[in-house]
């Protein structure tokens, strides 16, 4: 097939984001995943080939129209959703920003990563069209991490670490929930892990909202966090201090 005849499935756009990377950013909401986090705030961008479908060139396009918007840092963010579950379509997209000079992040939480092929080969084209990936890794204890999501995190850090021998930039991203992540011990295993990365730029605590509880009620879906509350400020700042986080 053709590369220009390749589709993208798109849940949704945002046009002016401002917390996706850096600067003021277009913001593409892959549709499909395979992790089922218990905070998800999107359980509707799970399901594969649902949403809009584009080719490439198709959504460049309609990115670009707000180009003058992004300034110096900004540009497009891919986000989801989990983006590596479009690989194809991702790499083809991100080549032809790079050809119009747009800044491309890729906001991923790594779940679909494994270095067997024919995936790893296309994931090392992906970073060639790649400037910046938000990486999501959701708790670095194995046993807590299959609890909250259903997916082992071992591929996940071998992603992290590969990136780092790469040198490719990197923001971590860690979504902080009472009762599971926001535990010290964890905070500190994952302090230590992000240690042993050279390529780490930022660090981001993001914390637990219940903002999109009402979608798993409207899809049918039982909220697995019921009757969980957002994190304290002060557990909020002692994430953040123990990440060095901004």
């Keep these: 097939m053709d590369?220009?005849?390749?589709?993208?499935?798109?849940?949704?756009?945002?046009?002016?984001?401002?917390?996706?990377?850096?600067?003021?950013?277009?913001?593409?909401?892959?549709?499909?995943c395979a992790m089922r986090c218990q905070f998800c705030h999107n359980p509707d961008t799970w399901k594969m080939g649902e949403g809009q479908a584009y080719t490439p060139s198709e959504l460049l396009k309609k990115a670009l129209r707000y180009k003058n918007y992004w300034?110096?840092?900004?540009?497009?963010?891919?986000?989801?959703?989990?983006?590596?579950?479009?690989?194809?379509?991702l790499t083809e997209f991100f080549r032809l920003a790079k050809e119009a000079g747009v800044y491309t992040t890729l906001d991923t939480s790594a779940n679909p990563y494994t270095e067997k092929e024919p995936f790893?080969?296309?994931?090392?084209?992906?970073?060639k069209y790649t400037d910046l990936v938000l990486l999501d890794i959701k708790q670095i204890d194995e046993e807590e991490h299959v609890k909250l999501t259903g997916c082992t995190n071992t591929n996940i850090l071998a992603m992290a670490e590969k990136l780092s021998e790469m040198d490719k930039p990197v923001w971590?991203?860690?979504?902080?929930?009472?009762?599971?992540?926001?535990?010290?011990?964890?905070?500190?295993?994952?302090?230590?892990?992000?240690?042993?990365?050279k390529?780490?730029?930022?660090?981001?605590?993001?914390?637990?909202?219940?903002?999109?509880?009402?979608?798993?009620?409207?899809?049918g879906i039982p909220y697995p966090l019921e009757g969980v509350k957002p994190p304290t400020e002060e557990r909020i700042r002692n994430a953040r201090e123990i990440l060095g986080a901004m």
């Design 172 to 197: 971590i991203r860690h979504v902080l929930v009472p009762g599971g992540s926001d535990n010290d011990t964890y905070l500190h295993r994952l302090a230590d892990f992000i240690r042993t990365l």
């Design 120 to 127: 790893y080969s296309k994931w090392q084209e992906l970073m």
């Design 71 to 89: 300034g110096d840092k900004g540009g497009i963010t891919v986000s989801g959703g989990e983006p590596l579950l479009q690989i194809d379509f």
């Design 199 to 219: 390529n780490v730029e930022r660090v981001e605590v993001l914390p637990y909202h219940t903002l999109g509880t009402f979608k798993w009620e409207k899809l």
């Design 3 to 32: 590369k220009k005849e390749i589709k993208g499935y798109v849940h949704s756009l945002e046009s002016f984001g401002s917390v996706d990377g850096p600067g003021v950013r277009y913001v593409i909401f892959l549709s499909g």
